[in-house]
Nanobody
Framework: QVQLVESGGGLVQAGGSLRVSCAAS????????MGWFRQAPGKEREFVAA????????YYADSVKGRFTVSRDNAKNTVYLQMNSLKPEDTAVYYC????????????????????WGKGTLVTVSS
């Protein structure tokens, strides 16, 4: 089992920055690709970013490419999502996920079949 706990969400003005974190415990964190997904009110959950177990490969949704950066610290069992140039449409609950199938697969299949999920953290971007 892997337990995932997100933190760092909050209210930020458009154009601002925020970093959300996901702390993992349980089985070997470095064995899993990690991903971030988000769900806006009234919408389905969507892929945001993913990072391979080593941190050597990253993948992003087109909507966040160039503004968001995913990273991980395997010594701290933590994955981060740095969000810059935030827009009101980035408002959502952000979830982290761990999966053994790999980061590229997380991007391809979206939120279906992830091994583990956190409970999410709310990010609100005001205009």
């Amino acid at each position: 089992q892997v337990q995932l706990v997100e933190s760092g969400g909050g209210l930020v003005q458009a154009g601002g920055s925020l970093r959300v974190s996901c702390a993992a415990s349980g089985r070997t964190f470095s064995s899993y690709a990690m991903g971030w997904f988000r769900q806006a009110p009234g919408k389905e959950r969507e892929f945001v970013a993913a990072i391979s177990w080593s941190g050597g490969s990253t993948y992003y949704a087109d909507s966040v490419k160039g503004r968001f950066t995913v990273s991980r610290d395997n010594a701290k069992n933590t994955v981060y999502l740095q969000m810059n140039s935030l827009k009101p449409e980035d408002t959502a609950v952000y979830y982290c996920a761990a999966d053994s199938k790999g980061a590229r697969t997380m991007q391809i299949i979206g939120d279906r079949g992830m091994d583990y999920w956190g409970k999410g953290t709310l990010v609100t971007v005001s205009s």
